[in-house]
């Protein structure tokens, strides 16, 4: 089955960053959107950010300001960028890749704590 590949994920402080990645294989083409979700324990998975074909971004009401989505021209790398790290962003994070379905990592944790 093909899955997007997440990393970057870790232990980090309260205040601090991370950088997660997420790779395409090369045999998924005419990738149209990418995204970030995260599911925390016991909750839903909710969006954290997404970034369409022309570059327009939106971000969940709880990481704006501090997650920055970026992705490179070929569609096959996304990042997201996370600063000013809160115990509430801990959580599984996956990316997903839109085209005529949608395709998912099997997640990479990051967890902030003191």
């Known amino acids: 089955q093909v899955q997007l590949e997440e990393s970057g994920g870790g232990l980090v402080q309260p205040g601090g960053s991370l950088r997660l990645s997420c790779r395409v294989p090369q045999n998924i083409l005419n990738i149209y959107a990418m995204g970030w979700y995260r599911q925390a324990p016991g909750k839903q998975r909710e969006m954290v950010a997404t970034?369409?074909?022309?570059?327009?971004?939106t971000y969940g009401d709880s990481v704006k300001g501090r997650f920055t989505i970026s992705r490179d021209k070929a569609w096959k790398m996304a990042y997201l960028q996370m600063n000013d790290l809160k115990p509430e962003d801990t959580a599984v994070y996956y990316c997903?890749?839109?085209?005529?379905?949608?395709?998912w990592g099997q997640g990479t944790q990051v967890t902030v704590s003191a």
């Open positions: 997903n890749a839109h085209r005529a379905r949608v395709y």
């Open positions: 970034i369409r074909d022309g570059g327009s971004t």
